[in-house]
């Protein structure tokens, strides 16, 4: 047999049985990612933590690169000189570098892959350890491979031999690159001087060397000794999951266990690592067995690790306690020489790693050595820890101590002690060996602030949040509450910095919304983390059922939920599915401020359960449940929860919900006794006619509103006086007032208008659709102008107050010209706030708009926005409104013309106008209009002209 038969035979027995054993135990990860460095990548310290490599919990975005398949990084095409011919892959630890060899060689050894590569020589620095006397290349590849002895190694120098060289991390002689060279394969030397001539090509200059380690050790091989540099990454969240199911095997529970993980982006991150994520998988799995539902009960890094080894024998755990203290700082690998020092033999430890392999790990060797792994390094460093408590518990000063070690993370700006300082305060509380209040989380936090701008602040964040997940959020929300320092001697830039570094820690959204393809219950319940770490989830028309309903209310009462805002309007959520969400919503967790279920076709029994969460969630601001068709019956059910002192509902929307008069009435007893958070109340479209209305305004205080929407509910004249008499109140809150598409006609307007004369503080008002004529408007002059009448000649205030009008909607009411022309000399009121005016279907014609001109180019005129569409105004009535658009008083931004019988002579008009004042109007509609494209070209042009404000047009040619 020739020398690669005889290798690749061998390889396939050594590797295969390898294979085998890691399958068992879940070690192996199904697929590999690699990325590619360029040599002038600045690497970051290469000495630090390996977490901070995959843990960007601090980040909001983190840094992607390219995969490339390693068939291509081990490519015998690639040209290299003598002394440059080294490929290291860099990986931390438990990433998956050995299993990487091993697969590889397998590969090349059953003929699947790397078919270019003639031998294929994989050697381990551990194994390499073992060699203490002199020897050969040749002696030494045939102390790794017996099976070669007596075989001809005379090919060995050429481009298409690679020799593996796995851990370096693991090697325990110094690498000397000055140490005398070996150029000859039978020439024997050190182990240390075999390596190195390899590596510097004295020794085989043809062949290639690819060697892997952890990050700290790849400053060991001086750069211009590299071809390619090359890093190892950990899991996709594609093979996170698929660990998961294929630990659980039950796909509910391993999307319970994956969701548990995502909740903590921290956790998240180190899941990358393949024994970490395999941990997590199987301790979750236990965990979450016996949990029904969507409940989250997320864990702690500490809390897993906890639940990994406490059904192990506890004998041996204290054992590898001491030990793991022990060898803190020292290589991954121990051997039968390190035992003794911590009363463990090699039979203990053998029985313990085939009993708990995720713990430990025994592996084979060179002469039948037999040296053993923790599962990962990070569980050597929970034992420490553990063992480091064990130290420090008995003692009076447990507080000082742990500060010691604080300070201790600290002085290493590399952050070695970072995780074992994270379990520290894990175990703290895990024990309860320290009350919430002891100085020493009070002095953790002034040392996250007096760092918040270096990575000791995320290392020590991670600690602090190890042992109270929700630590500094309390204090983060004081400051965004009252803009000082919680917290003594720290300004309010330290807590901005700390509000980016806690959000970003977190991971949280300010919006979570689906794509509009794959919007239904399947896909919310893939992303509830998604969903618990957004401030707002905006789920209207989303597909969604009563299905997502319970995992809805798991996030609401989830006390590591972000959630405020729940919109789930125009959904098929029925009253059952409510149900579900108000044991979320009743939960003492829950911090939800607004909920919308508009149009989900509930009835009144789903007002029943939503009465409970009225009583029971005082955090509960917003409730809309517009559109559907719950009745007097359900404003009944939400009146017991109304009622309650409890509830602090600050805006309730019922609008088209089949409400009459005698919903109106429970509304109106139950706002009686309890109506003090209430600002926002909408009814409309209700036919609560007059009754309805009067019983809600003679028990509820209207003026203490800042909005009421009550448009369409069968108002008339009677209900006026009600509303006027709330305007007059000296201290009324009521800013806007819809009354709009009721028979209120000139009599009720003119209640409304006494009471805005009186005293008024409203800003919007909508009387569109009222019957309202022009003798109305007299009684509208009168508070428009009723400002100027306030003043005396010196302009000093008397008693009344100014009339605060904004928003005026008088559209599809049968004005006419004389009306317009009533009130018009009020928007030349100096103290006019009027800026919007809606004159749209009013019955106007070219007589009022000379008025109006008029209005709009006085000086003190500051209206901004005014529709005149639907009115025959003709090109008369546009050179006449051009008049004052010309006039640089106008204030005008936005002019709506639709409908309204121009021809193009208005463009050219409305052209003249633009041009003696281009820095105001800035929309211009013109849709419905008999206009000539050549008209419509030349406002298209003045839209790309710097020198005008007009930047939007609709028109159309009829």
């Not at 793991?324 to 121990?334: E, I, N, Y």
Request: charged share 25%; hydrophobic share 35%; glycine share 6%.
């Amino acid at each position: 047999m020739d020398l690669q038969s005889s290798l690749k035979s061998t390889l396939k027995n050594k590797y295969q049985k390898l294979n085998e054993a890691y399958s068992e135990n879940l070690l192996l990860p199904s697929r590999l990612c690699y990325r590619e460095l360029k040599h002038d990548y600045p690497l970051s310290n290469l000495h630090q933590h390996e977490f901070r490599y995959v843990d960007s919990s601090d980040l909001h975005t983190w840094f992607v690169f390219n995969t490339v398949p390693l068939a291509d990084i081990l490519s015998c095409d690639c040209k290299h000189d003598s002394s440059k011919r080294t490929v290291i892959t860099l990986g931390v630890c438990g990433v998956g570098k050995t299993t990487t060899v091993q697969s590889c060689a397998l590969e090349w050894a059953e003929g699947k892959g790397y078919h270019d590569i003639q031998l294929l020589f994989p050697l381990t620095f551990w194994e390499l350890n073992l060699l203490r006397h002199e020897l050969s290349l040749i002696e030494l590849l045939q102390t790794f491979y017996p099976e070669l002895k007596g075989l001809d190694f005379s090919c060995l120098n050429e481009n298409k031999v690679w020799f593996v060289l796995d851990g370096l991390d693991e090697y325990h002689l110094p690498l000397n690159f000055s140490c005398p060279t070996v150029s000859d394969v039978s020439e024997t030397s050190t182990v240390d001087s075999l390596v190195t001539s390899l590596i510097r090509g004295n020794l085989l200059p043809s062949a290639h060397i690819w060697i892997t380690t952890r990050f700290a050790a790849a400053t060991l091989i001086p750069g211009c000794h590299l071809l390619k540099e090359t890093a190892l990454q950990g899991f996709s969240n594609e093979q996170k999951e698929q660990l998961f199911r294929t630990v659980i095997g039950d796909d509910d529970l391993a999307n319970k266990a994956i969701d548990h993980v995502k909740i903590s982006r921290s956790l998240d991150f180190i899941c990358q690592i393949p024994p970490i994520c395999t941990i997590m998988a199987t301790v979750l799995e236990d965990h979450l067995k016996s949990e029904t539902g969507f409940k989250f009960n997320p864990l702690s890094l500490t809390q897993i690790y906890t639940n990994l080894v406490k059904a192990s024998n506890s004998d041996i755990v204290a054992k590898l306690k001491k030990l793991a203290l022990r060898r803190m700082g020292k290589t991954h690998v121990m051997y039968e020489p390190d035992f003794p020092e911590s009363d463990l033999s090699v039979e203990e430890a053998s029985t313990f790693s085939k009993e708990c392999p995720l713990v430990l790990r025994e592996e084979k060797g060179l002469y039948d050595c037999t040296v053993f792994r923790f599962g990962h390094s990070s569980i050597q460093e929970f034992f420490a820890a553990s063992a480091k408590l064990d130290d420090i518990e008995p003692s009076p000063v447990r507080s000082d101590r742990c500060r010691y070690l604080v300070d201790q993370a600290l002085r290493n700006a590399e952050g070695k002690s970072d995780v074992f300082l994270r379990f520290i305060f894990g175990l703290i509380k895990e024990r309860g060996m320290l009350e919430p209040t002891d100085p020493l989380f009070e002095y953790t936090k002034k040392k996250i602030l007096e760092n918040i701008l270096s990575y000791s602040a995320v290392g020590l964040f991670h600690c602090l949040r190890e042992y109270d997940n929700q630590a500094l959020l309390r204090e983060v929300k004081l400051f965004l509450k009252y803009g000082f320092s919680p917290i003594l001697d720290f300004t309010p830039t330290h807590w901005k910095f700390m509000l980016q570094r806690t959000s970003n820690f977190e991971g949280m959204r300010e919006s979570f919304q689906m794509n509009v393809s794959t919007r239904c219950d399947e896909s919310l319940l893939s992303q509830l983390p998604a969903v618990l770490k957004s401030k707002k989830a905006m789920l209207r028309f989303s597909n969604l059922t009563d299905k997502c309903c319970p995992a809805l209310a798991s996030i609401l009462s989830t006390r590591e939920s972000y959630l405020r805002e729940l919109d789930l309007g125009y959904n098929s959520i029925s009253d059952e599915g409510v149900r579900e969400l108000v044991e979320g919503l009743s939960d003492p967790n829950c911090r939800l401020k607004t909920v919308r279920l508009q149009g989900c076709a509930m009835t009144s029994h789903a007002c029943e359960y939503l009465a409970t969460a009225l009583r029971q969630s005082p955090k509960l601001q917003e409730l809309d449940l517009s559109m559907n068709e719950i009745g007097d019956d359900g404003v009944r059910h939400l009146a017991n929860g109304l009622s309650s002192l409890e509830c602090k509902i600050g805006t309730l929307k019922l609008s088209q919900c089949n409400i009459e008069q005698k919903g109106c009435c429970y509304l109106a007893s139950a706002l009686q006794k309890n109506s003090s958070s209430l600002e926002v109340l909408d009814l409309s479209i209700n036919m609560v006619r007059d009754k309805g209305a009067n019983e809600l305004f003679k028990k509820c205080d209207i003026s203490q509103l800042t909005k009421l929407e009550i448009y369409h509910c069968g108002l008339t004249v009677l209900s006026c006086g009600s509303i006027g008499e709330a305007l007059k109140i000296e201290n009324s809150n009521l800013l806007e007032l819809n009354l709009s598409n009721n028979d209120l006609k000139d009599a009720g307007f003119e209640l409304i208008c006494q009471g805005m004369y009186a005293w008024c503080r409203l800003e919007k008002l909508n009387v569109s659709r009222c019957g309202i004529t022009g003798k109305g408007c007299t009684y509208l002059a009168n508070v428009l102008c009723s400002v100027s009448q306030l003043y005396s000649g010196l302009m000093q205030k008397t008693g009344w107050q100014a009339v605060e009008l904004k928003d005026l909607d008088l559209s599809m009411n049968c004005l006419g010209d004389e009306g317009v022309k009533e009130f018009s000399p009020g928007l030349k009121n100096p103290f006019s706030h009027l800026k919007t005016l809606n004159l749209s279907h009013c019955s106007l014609t070219d007589d009022c708009c000379a008025e109006l001109a008029s209005g709009l180019a006085s000086q003190e005129s500051i209206i901004g926005e005014l529709d005149l569409s639907g009115n025959d105004l003709q090109d008369k009535g546009v050179k006449k409104l051009c008049v004052g658009l010309r006039s640089p008083q106008s204030k005008l931004e936005k002019l709506s013309l639709r409908t309204c019988g121009l021809s193009s002579r208005s463009i050219q008009f409305l052209t003249a106008a633009l041009k003696s004042n281009p820095q105001q109007l800035q929309e211009l509609h013109l849709m419905g209009n008999n206009l000539e494209d050549s008209g419509v070209r030349v406002l298209l042009e003045l839209t790309k002209n710097q020198k005008y404000c007009l930047h939007t047009i609709d028109v159309s040619a009829d």
